[in-house]
């Protein structure tokens, strides 16, 4: 139980252009997501935490007209990187909260951008 | 505001060696958890334990180990007889009232044969 994914887990795309990437609770009902940003060899940084319904809570430093975070429904948050630069290259990884150990976070595979 | 420090940036041991990784934390909050992960080269975060600040008492599993040390903030992960597949990068973590998880920079280890 308690499994999350991530779609997809790797994607490359060109400067400008915008990507995006799905994060699902397979067997839950998540809440609360979280995604977390991490730099090659660095520690992961959160950047927003959504609660499905509303709109998200980004934390300090993190664009949200960037990183444009939708959380429509228990089971379904994505992430939209815009107008993507080589910069946003990075490991981006969610969480979900829910399900039968409610402060629990599950964390999905994670999704490898690369902007070229 | 919340803290966790991993001193050590990287460990390497051989095969067969116990190794203890360090972890310290900060936070205001009286009720917190404290979590350890590893991190294998996929990449994928491995949910390894979690300690809830009431609950001093020290855990083994297998041939892990960690030992939770409130009065000096401390949460620290023992690996007894280390294998090649123990190399990852560990990260401890902390989370408060407000269920957000602040990481340590992560150690990672290298265990050699």
């Known amino acids: 139980g308690a499994v999350v994914s991530q779609h997809p887990s790797r994607v490359i795309c060109k400067s400008g252009t915008s990507v995006k990437i799905e994060c699902r609770s397979l067997?839950?009902?998540?809440?609360?997501m979280f995604w977390y940003r991490q730099f090659p060899k660095k520690s992961l940084m959160l950047m927003a935490t959504s609660n499905e319904g509303s709109k998200a809570t980004y934390e300090q430093g993190v664009e949200k007209d960037k990183f444009l975070i939708n959380h429509a429904s228990l089971t379904l948050s994505t992430l939209t990187v815009t107008s993507a630069h080589p910069e946003d290259s990075s490991f981006y990884i969610c969480?979900?909260?829910?399900?039968?150990?409610?402060?629990?976070?599950?964390f999905g595979p994670g999704t490898r951008l690369t902007v070229t | 505001a919340q803290k966790v420090t991993q001193a050590q940036t990287e460990i390497s041991v051989v095969e067969k060696e116990d190794v203890t990784l360090d972890c310290v934390y900060e936070t205001r909050d009286t009720t917190y958890y404290l979590f350890w992960y590893k991190q294998p080269p996929s990449g994928e975060l491995v949910f390894l334990i979690r300690?809830?600040?009431?609950?001093?008492q020290n855990e083994i599993s297998g041939r892990y180990s960690w030992n939770f040390q409130k009065s000096t903030s401390s949460f620290n992960f023992t690996i007894t007889a280390s294998q090649v597949v123990d190399s990852a990068v560990y990260f401890c973590a902390l989370s408060g009232t407000a269920s957000k998880l602040t990481f340590g920079t992560g150690t990672r280890l290298q265990v050699t044969l």
């Open positions: 969480s979900a909260q829910g399900g039968k150990a409610p402060y629990e976070q599950y």
């Open positions: 067997d839950f009902q998540a809440t609360t």
């Open positions: 300690r809830n600040s009431f609950d001093e």
